[in-house]
């Protein structure tokens, strides 16, 4: 299959822009867009009879069978490498964690452990449910910028003790962009018997996955990134012996009622981006070519960062293997160092060059994160460089 600038008329993405920021939010084909309209569409033919009966009903099945929320389930769970029943769509990767930490049973003296690494929004989530629980966080400092995933096991291991109750990690970090080796991770954790979330919310759609050899407890992901489901769609996978105490933020009529049941209905929602998150996979895999879209889009990824490295003189101290589909690149030393810094150049990269791309500060410089999609090429590599 042939990718680049050719593929953008697939998404709804302003032509003369160039996104490299694909990982941020996502962007919605619009083979996906239709058939959630036509989903929508549905709905609303016999509004009650959908979302009471079809979606989701008191005894869990609708009336030819498995709930249609059952069945873009199993599609998910297909794909992802994960057992349905185990499975349960959450509307974005926070609010799985949320689920997660707002059921725990923590207490005064209890941790939860996470990386420097963590995404913000997560770290705000743990934080708050340690607060109210007494419990406190904990946060190991990876090794960075010259990361090695030893190191990084090595750290982690280190930091567990009898007190600690979870362990947090990300599968692919959200800023750095880092492929975590999250299979030896938890299994350094169960070795103890301490309960491991892997935050996967940049890998469905962006890398093989099998939530199953992975063995955590918890994987929580986003489909609507990578995945080319709309927004706002992802799942979560929980392990059977934790089902039971686990709990969606929102608490309504599925409520001890079995747990996908639960999480199947937390009130009346637009269901649309789960139950189109099946048309997100067919995309992935039937118009983009799935493993082959991976490999190209890590190997253009991998080209960008030699080529911005080398036009910046910024080394960058990573190996290939710790990259996926983004990579985050030292910008030069003139863009400074700081939150502020880094603010200020994605401003001017969109408003003055019409380039979308992550910036933040870590590690006393500014750093770009940028993303290879379908629909990107080396020119928008080349354009990114000249901008900088």
């Known amino acids: 299959m042939r990718y680049g ?4 008329s697939l998404w709804p993405l302003d032509p003369s822009a160039i996104y490299l920021n694909h990982g941020t939010v996502g962007v919605t084909p619009r083979a996906v867009l239709d058939a959630q309209q036509q989903w929508r569409h549905r709905v609303e033919r016999h509004p009650s009879r959908f979302m009471l009966r079809d979606v989701w009903t ?12 059952r069945e873009a389930a199993a599609t998910v769970a297909a794909f992802v490498g994960a057992p349905v029943d185990d499975l349960v769509f959450v509307d974005n990767t926070s609010a799985g964690v949320n689920a997660v930490v707002r059921s725990m049973p923590l207490g005064p003296g209890d941790e939860i452990i996470l990386t420097d690494h963590a995404y913000g929004g997560i770290v705000t989530a743990v934080r708050y449910a340690a607060a109210r629980a007494g419990a406190t966080v904990t946060v190991v400092g990876m ?10 096991v090595a750290r982690i291991d280190a930091a567990l003790s009898p007190r600690t109750r979870l362990l947090i990690v990300d599968h692919v ?37 099998d939530v199953a050899a992975i063995g955590a407890d918890f994987y929580v992901a986003n489909l609507h990134k990578w995945a080319m489901a709309p927004r706002s769609s992802a799942f979560m996978v929980v392990a059977p012996e934790h089902q039971g105490w686990l709990h969606p933020p929102v608490i309504s009529w599925g409520f001890e009622t079995g747990f996908t049941q639960e999480f199947d209905w937390v009130g009346t929602r637009d269901v649309t981006p789960w139950l189109c998150a099946a048309d997100g996979v067919r995309f992935v895999e039937d118009q983009l070519g799935g493993q082959a879209l991976y490999a190209r889009n890590h190997a253009l990824v991998w080209h960008a960062a030699q080529r911005l490295t080398q036009a910046w003189d910024t080394p960058l101290e990573i190996d290939e293997s710790l990259a996926g589909c ?15 810094d880094a603010s200020h150049l994605r401003d001017r990269l969109l408003f003055d060059h019409d380039i979308e791309v992550q910036v933040h500060a870590r590690a006393d410089r500014v750093w770009i994160r940028l993303c290879a999609q379908a629909y990107n090429d080396e020119s928008d590599v080349d354009a990114l460089a000249r901008a900088v």
């Open 5 to 8: 600038r050719d593929l953008l």
């Open 58 to 69: 008191f005894t869990g099945s609708a009336g030819d069978g498995r709930t249609l929320m």
């Open 143 to 152: 090794p960075y910028p010259a990361f090695t995933s030893a190191e990084c």
């Open 173 to 209: 970090s959200a800023e750095s962009a880092l492929v975590f080796p999250v299979q030896t991770i938890v299994a350094a954790a169960r070795r103890r018997g301490i309960p491991v979330l892997v935050d996967g919310a940049h890998v469905p759609g962006s890398m093989p996955l």
């Open 326 to 340: 983004m990579v985050s690149v030292p910008a030069p030393a003139r863009c400074g160092t700081t939150k502020a």
